[in-house]
């Protein structure tokens, strides 16, 4: 088992933006917090709430947009301080990089000297940090994140250190709501399962889930004979002056680097990344990969690996005597254990339909090319958040209770401004609905903006909703229906204020 050595940065999309641990600051995407300061966690902001609900709970919070290229970018810097104490430095994200222990440590006297030396490197550097060092990466993680700076988890004890942890720092919220279900509510009582009982129930992710609590490295050790050179090169001819450049030829580098691996069934653990400068400086970056990068995701990479090497006096797309040569290497190859094939066909439709979309992405920006994630909400347009494809869905989605949310089926359409509505009686009054959600008489017609009356033939409500009670300001109360007209239209209808509107349509 190698000795991983881990610096943690607490909140860095927070302190990304500018935003110091003692001024409650929290980052928004789509709407919800993304990251929050440890001064806003102290006045109840959590991640994955509304921004109103966390400026309830904290009036005087800041709230900034995420930005994952500011991220990126100044990661570097604590990249940099650490590479001067150990090489080989490896970024897992913005704000967590790991390099091996035990070399350095045996150079440092220790590996308790060796972690307080990179903590003071990074706290030198300006960031606040947590350096912790143990069996493998994820253990080495959870130990960076321990109380007081972090730890120094004893040779053969990640089992042991692990054991106390929930199941929910294993990052697989499905798993652990069903093993907790089981009764299983540790990484303790997870790892004494047996393994094979445990593969055969959760399949591979939930065996691989089991390797980490149990405090082993994810993957087996499977030594594999030598195979041809993966890795791909791109020469300057003149010297690239510009990133955008460079990181345009990086994304069709990657897309050619995982054709070549794909073609060999395999994939590979990290990623090296090698800029050669026109004045004879080379810069080389470690990144985990665990086969999850897309193209789109290397190319943003390497920017923030040039944003390091930038002349102060330049452009601020400059690069040090301009980018020479660009090389892309896969480290520590291993079988491609491949994914689940969609119904339509082989795992390449989908490889092609990730390379039109990246294509999409590099045209239209980051944020061009959306997937719906369903989320938390009353409404069924609230329930929906559109997260840039590539992006994992917001985290710490609260899942209810919900008073008032219409069950399923879910509707077919949701137009994304509610169309206005009529609905009247035999007598052709409007429909209203009192403070006690008794209703004025039967729906008997209703006229959607823009269209003929039709008859309603079925109709059941209403569901009330009474939201923000406590704010005068933003207070509202809903009454929905849900009707069925004889022309066969199925509606989700809703009354605020003595007004209707079509929320959704069903089909």
Known sequence: MSRVLVVWCPDWPVTAVGIDAATP???????????????????????????????????????????SDAEGRLFESVVEAVAELAPKVEVVRPGLC???????ARFYDGEESLRLLVQDAVVEAGFDCGVGIADGLFAAELAARSGGGGVVVPAGGAAAFLAPYPLSVLDRPELADLLQRLGVRTLGAFAALPSGHVAGRFGADGALAHRLARGEEPRPVAPAPATADLSVREEFDPPAAHAEQVVFTAKRLAAELHEGMAAGGLTCVRLEVTAGFADGGVLRRLWRHDGALSALAVAERVRWQLSAWRAPEEAVDAVWGGVAWLELAPDQLVPDEGRQEALWGRSTVTERIARAVDRIQALLGHRGVTRPVVTGGRGPGERVTRVPVGDLPPAGVPDGPWPGRIGGPAPAVVPPVPRSAAVTDASGEAVGVSARCAVSAPPAHVAVEGGRA??????????????????????????????????????????????????????
Do not use: K, N
Not at 98 to 104: F, H, I, L, N, S
Not at 467 to 476: G, L
Not at 482 to 491: F, K, N
């Open 98 to 104: 790991a390099v091996p222990a035990r070399g350095a």
């Open 25 to 67: 600051g929290a980052v928004v995407v789509e709407g919800r917090v993304a990251a929050c300061s440890s001064a806003a966690r102290a006045a109840g902001v959590r991640r994955g709430q509304r921004i109103r609900d966390a400026q309830r709970r904290c009036p005087d919070v800041v709230v900034r947009d995420r930005d």
């Open 454 to 507: 039709e008859r309603v033939t079925a109709w059941t409500g209403p569901w009330p909703a009474t939201e923000y009670w406590w704010d005068a300001e933003r207070a509202r109360r809903r009454a929905r229906f849900q009707v069925v007209t004889a022309e066969g239209h199925a509606y989700l209808l809703a009354v605020e204020g003595g007004r209707w509107h079509v929320e959704a349509v069903y089909e």
